[in-house]
């Protein structure tokens, strides 16, 4: 392997964004995990001023200065970058470091984004909570079915004996009340449990799934509601059990309409919007690339204080929600060694679903 492929091989591997700029403060080279914190290609970013990256852009041109004539070293910390593709802001720390390439002075700067950082030790934390959770609910729904078995049994021996004895309907119809309240709480057992199918892989395109739910979505409605779609077709298919993420994504999609739908929102919408993203980390490990789904609502918002439990079991923003449907979802996302994070503010919030994509 020649030296000019082996250090571009080790720079698009790198988790930090390295870009190389000149002495005229332009950028020259970006590698992969740079064009993914900033959401563009380095065909459009070669060539332009780096210090209009940033929010503060006169403080990164002078510190930029200084480390061309001072030759030495500068760093700087929670720094606003700005995201081009989707308008946003984003926090960094960021190194200068003055180098020499063929005679002329050029700059290296090695970016790494905090939010991310934060955003990895919430989703450890969040996966962490969410397995103890699950070991504890399968613990006690097996718990709960042994009984409920019984007192359907029971409850069933004495309606017959009713019936037998030619008592009247009424007491025939508590029976009956006390065997559909079982069922009842046996199938909410059931769901805490998750599918006790085994999951059926196969490779999928996305966008069958994203389809299949608003399609879903829209028959429910009754042009009540905008479904739209902002997808991106270059998603590579991967392997996936298509019943679940299925489900998994009307469970979130649902939840958005029914919030938007509920709040009387003045044109009430829900959008499915795909994209790629590169260097991606879930759960400790980085993945190159994964695919986010994003479903996105202009309802109230969730309420503060549910908003770190809305994966948890039983915890629901609506009077009459089970609080299941996230936690099912999660689950179906987790077993793909993905996740679901959520950004909530009122008239906007986002659900986004990452699954990893291998080669």
Do not use: W
Not at 151 to 162: F, H, V
Not at 248 to 258: D, G, H, S
């Amino acid at each position: 392997m020649g030296s000019d492929k082996l250090h571009s091989l080790l720079l698009d591997n790198l988790n930090a964004s390295v870009l190389l700029i000149d002495q005229e403060l332009s950028v020259v080279y970006v590698n992969s995990a740079a064009e993914s914190l900033l959401q563009i290609g380095s065909s459009r970013l070669i060539g332009s001023k780096i210090s209009n990256l940033f929010s503060d852009h006169h403080t990164c041109e002078d510190t930029l200065k200084d480390a061309l004539l001072s030759g030495n070293p500068h760093t700087r910390r929670h720094e606003q970058l700005k995201i081009m593709a989707s308008e946003g802001i984003t926090q960094v720390d960021y190194t200068i470091t003055p180098v020499k390439f063929d005679g002329l002075k050029r700059l290296l700067m090695e970016m790494q984004p905090i939010d991310r950082f934060l955003k990895i030790n919430r989703e450890e934390a969040l996966l962490s909570v969410h397995d103890t959770s699950k070991s504890l609910i399968r613990g006690l729904a097996h718990e709960i079915k042994n009984p409920l078995g019984g007192i359907r049994g029971a409850a069933q021996l004495l309606d017959r004996e009713i019936t037998d004895r030619g008592f009247d309907g009424e007491a025939s119809e508590f029976c009956s009340i006390i065997i559909k309240e079982t069922d009842r709480l046996r199938n909410l057992v059931d769901r805490l449990l998750g599918p006790n199918e085994l999951p059926q892989y196969q490779q999928l395109n996305i966008h069958e799934v994203t389809e299949h739910v608003a399609s879903l979505l829209e028959a429910e409605v009754q042009e009540s509601l905008n479904v739209s779609r902002d997808y991106d077709p270059s998603i590579p298919e991967f392997t996936g059990d298509r019943a679940q993420l299925i489900q998994a994504v009307l469970n979130v999609a649902r939840n958005a309409m029914q919030a938007v739908i509920e709040s009387g929102a003045d044109k009430p919408s829900v959008i499915f919007k795909t994209r790629v993203q590169r260097s991606f980390t879930i759960a400790g490990q980085r993945h190159r690339v994964v695919c986010r789904i994003d479903i996105i609502d202009n309802g109230p918002g969730i309420q503060k204080d549910i908003a770190e439990r809305i994966f948890f079991p039983m915890i629901s923003g609506r009077s009459n929600g089970s609080g299941l449907g996230l936690t099912i979802a999660q689950t179906a996302i987790n077993s793909h060694q993905g996740i679901i994070e959520c950004y909530s503010k009122p008239g906007d919030t986002i659900f986004s679903i990452y699954l990893p994509i291998r080669d």
